[in-house]
């Protein structure tokens, strides 16, 4: 007869299966504040300790029936600590006496060979593989568990809501706080490209408007290039209907025209101009050198 496992660590196992199990059908931890993951848990822990109940008569009726040197055996087991029979039980190496049972009839040269069995620490780890492969395949295949592109759309989602919400309590941006920055160059492209490619072409080359890559501007109402390209998308253009006033009539916010305001900037002032012979359109207005281009 051997002494029980701690319903401790039942417990402790149990814990930790379900926090695996849970955090892989929902990696985002949102189970640790659902009402059915702690409920499953209490339900587990009560069956747990029903059965340990269980075992504990059986343990009981077991133990009144050894002789009493099994009964002095057994007691002095359970005096070992558990965690201290479970490290020698994995690491146990046997004793010459034991040896010669493990002994295969076959040598070389005075070599024996022992048919040792595996350790437990290592059957242990073997099984426990075992057990998170399917868990982990299952997961994989029926939910969205460790698929890339699930969780990249997710923090993407996650992220464009951090910046809806920050939009609605951050002060509007105008032509007075308006900032060049090189971070918003990238998203400027592609805020130009839904709202103003339409007349000014792709890359801002020209067509139905002018060109914006070359040094000839028609309307010139700011020092600096970035903040004229801001006044522009406010108020529009005086001399062409078509140019509106994008941010004041609501259709781009005060920070998209930042923006695309960052993007001309950088096509006009950070690369060469698109020449007519390039395919760009001929220049309109008159030639401009801007004060403090960026700001």
């Known amino acids: ?76 087991q359970k005096k070992i600590p558990y965690y201290q029979k479970l490290w020698n039980s994995a690491f146990k190496k046997q004793s010459q006496s034991e040896e010669k049972d493990i002994l295969i009839d076959h040598g070389f040269d005075g070599i024996t060979e ?82 103003c490619a339409t007349c000014h072409g792709e890359g801002g080359i020209g067509g139905i408007g002018p060109n914006l890559t070359d040094t000839h501007w028609i309307n010139v109402k700011q020092k600096s290039l970035f903040k004229n390209v801001i006044w522009m998308l406010e108020n529009g253009s005086p001399n062409n209907p078509a140019m509106r ?10 920070r998209d025209g930042e923006k695309i305001a960052a993007y001309v900037y950088h096509i006009n002032q950070e690369k060469s101009p698109v020449t007519q012979a390039q395919g760009g359109a001929a220049p309109q207005g008159e030639t401009v050198e801007w004060e403090n281009g960026n700001e």
């Not at 006033?245 to 005060?254: A, L, M, Q, R, Y």
Request: charged letters at 20%.
């Open 114 to 195: 022992l048919d040792n069995s595996l350790p437990k620490w290592w059957t242990g780890l073997f099984w426990f593989g075992c057990v998170f492969c399917v868990v982990y395949m299952a997961a994989y295949i029926f939910t969205d568990y460790a698929h890339q592109e699930k969780e990249y759309d997710q923090e993407a989602k996650t992220m464009l809501a951090s910046i809806a919400e920050f939009e609605k309590t951050a002060p509007p941006v105008n032509l007075e706080t308006a900032k060049y920055s090189a971070d918003n160059i990238a998203e400027g492209e592609q805020l130009f490209k839904t709202n």
């Open 1 to 76: 007869m051997k002494p029980r496992t701690p319903i401790s660590v039942y417990i402790a196992v149990t814990i930790v299966l379900s926090i695996m199990v849970f955090g892989m059908f929902s990696p985002d931890g949102s189970y640790l504040t659902s009402a059915f993951f702690w409920g499953l848990l209490l339900i587990a822990t009560i069956l747990l300790l029903i059965m340990n109940s269980i075992g504990d008569l059986i343990e009981n009726e077991n133990f009144s029936r050894l002789s009493e040197e099994e009964k002095q055996a057994y007691l002095e």
């Open 245 to 254: 006033p994008f941010v004041k009539e609501g259709t781009i916010t005060g």
